[in-house]
């Protein structure tokens, strides 16, 4: 017997090839929040997108609300990636974020990375009815699923 995907697992597109009917996106999906570019002045965005959990959703929203990271994670990924794989129209970034503790010592700042994670970021660069690319799919933290850890968000931010 062949087990039918879940609509979590399949785009819009091949849910309509098996018969699964998904829900409209909510008003404003589709969204651009932000316009930014990578360190090689390539021009990506962000949209507010949606989350639904567990594989499915885009965007800002999923972003924020799912793998609690913020906007200026994803940016700060862009700007300070070790690597950045390309497959079609998709380009992949990965960042290390560092937890670092420091102290002060006769005078002398000393500090310490207590441990590293990676952020990924897939980024979608076809293009849209609106004329502009998909952008930021999403982003999180390898082995962290689904949430990053605050001290994440928070070193983006700081």
């Known amino acids: 017997m062949q087990e039918t995907p879940s609509s979590a ?78 497959s079609g129209t998709k380009r992949t970034y990965s960042a290390t974020v560092n937890y670092v503790t420091c102290y002060y010592r006769l005078g002398v700042r000393y500090c310490k990375i207590n441990t590293s994670i990676v952020v990924v970021m897939p980024v979608d660069f076809r293009y849209l009815s609106d004329g502009k690319s998909f952008g930021v799919v999403t982003a999180y933290c390898s082995g962290y699923y689904p949430r990053c850890p605050d001290w994440v968000k928070n070193a983006a931010n700081a």
């Open 9 to 86: 697992e399949v785009s819009p597109s091949e849910a309509a090839d098996i018969g699964i009917q998904l829900a409209p996106a909510p008003d404003g999906t589709y969204n651009v929040l932000s316009t930014f570019t990578d360190r090689q002045g390539r021009s990506m965005l962000i949209r507010r997108g949606w989350s639904g959990g567990l594989g499915s959703g885009f965007g800002y929203t999923k972003v924020t609300t799912y793998h609690n990271l913020s906007l200026r994670a994803v940016q700060a990924v862009s700007r300070n990636y070790f690597s950045a794989v390309t």
